[in-house]
């Protein structure tokens, strides 16, 4: 079970914990919607309920962290955040295939190495000549 209490700190609503959490993944869809039940928390919402959705190709990292910082200073409200929790369950589920489609093939760096081993001979070389 949520605390919510650990969201509320001093009377104030603590967004930018709630939003955290829910990149974490310490929050879910189904904590979103406890939280949602408190009045402390749905007084605190603000911002507009209809935004624009992007598409599911351009959920990355990058997307996420930008909507981490509006849901924590310009759309704080339910949908927002359960908007957020679906982004952040993607690129959570899929960041290791980031990670795959990121790396260099492997023996790429000797093969780099080699090569620059073999420029700065051939550069040592013309200048004795």
């Known amino acids: 079970m949520l605390d ?25 869809e189904s904590d979103i919607l406890e939280l949602d039940k408190d009045d402390r928390i749905s007084k605190a919402y603000f911002g507009n309920e209809k935004f624009e959705r992007a598409d599911k190709n351009e959920w990355d990292r990058k997307y996420l962290d930008k909507l981490s910082l509006a849901s924590v200073s310009e759309s704080f409200n ?44 051939f550069y040592m070389l013309s200048k004795i000549n």
């Open 4 to 28: 919510i209490n650990k969201y509320i700190q001093e009377g104030r609503v603590m967004r930018d914990r709630i939003v955290t959490n829910i990149i974490m993944g310490e929050i879910d």
């Open 78 to 121: 339910k949908e927002y955040l359960l908007y957020l929790n679906e982004v952040a369950r993607f690129v959570s589920k899929n960041k290791n295939i980031e990670r795959e489609n990121s790396k260099m093939p492997k023996g790429t760096g000797l093969i780099i190495l080699f090569l620059l081993i073999v420029l700065f001979l």
